[in-house]
């Protein structure tokens, strides 16, 4: 069975740092999405992105976050200068387009930790 | 605010009794409604989706929808201790947009 895929799988970085989170969504899958889980806190929506642009963010995803789609297979969730409180996991979803309820199928997920 | 609210827990059924998790949203432009699995450590594992006022039945599991009272809840029938996890209830405004969740429900099957 397809599934979403992420990697790495933890990411330790220094505060102030640049980090890349790459996906590589359902193959037949054109819609796609970020989200973020604190630890002991609720799934938050970052970003959706469709034919190669952003469709909607939240008020989470500020000007030190961006996401490109750079070939025909990856999707990635890059922070500029990383904060403390950017310690989270981060999930990519991605959905096909043409079901009617639009389930979104989660990757396993990137602990990102940042020191 | 997009609100979906859910019982934190934790709930505890024996191994075989049916476990009720229920969830109301705040949105009553929100168009489908969505139960995650979450195991610790873990991402979100769909189980299923419902749209439709009534009940929808996959398996063990039957997740009911009531848009006019804003509620959603999700049976698990012949509760088995793999299904110890944290739910998670989601909503959703329009096709394809952002899922709003909640804070997930604790549930524990002892054998």
Redesign the interface.
């Known amino acids: 069975e397809p599934e979403v895929t992420q990697t790495p799988s933890h990411q330790v970085t220094q505060m102030g740092q640049e980090v890349i989170l790459r996906c590589v969504p359902i193959s037949n899958h054109l819609?796609f999405?970020w989200?973020r889980q604190i630890l002991g806190?609720?799934?938050?929506?970052l970003v959706?992105f469709?034919n190669n642009e952003i469709?909607?963010k939240?008020e989470i995803f500020d000007d030190q976050f961006s996401v490109e789609r750079p070939d025909g297979s990856n999707f990635t969730l890059k922070i500029r200068s990383t904060k403390l409180e950017d310690s989270a996991?981060y999930?990519c979803a991605s959905?096909e387009?043409l079901r009617?309820?639009?389930?979104?199928?989660?990757?396993?997920?990137t602990r990102l930790t940042v020191t | 605010q997009k609100e979906v609210e859910q019982n934190s827990g934790p709930l505890s059924v024996p191994e075989g009794a049916i476990a009720s998790l229920n969830c109301t949203y705040s949105d009553r432009g929100s168009q489908s409604f969505f139960w995650y699995r979450q195991y610790s450590g873990k991402s979100p594992e769909l189980i299923m989706s419902i749209y439709s006022n009534g009940d929808k039945e996959d398996g063990r599991f039957t997740a009911q929808l009531n848009k006019a009272s804003q509620y959603v809840s999700l049976l698990i029938r012949d509760s088995q201790p793999s299904d110890s996890a944290t739910y998670l209830c989601a909503s959703r405004g329009s096709t394809l947009g952002r899922l709003y969740f909640g804070r997930g429900t604790q549930l524990t099957v002892w054998p």
């Open positions: 819609y999405y989200y806190q609720k799934v938050e929506f959706s469709y469709s909607e939240s996991m999930f959905s387009v009617v309820a639009g389930e979104q199928y989660f990757g396993p997920g």
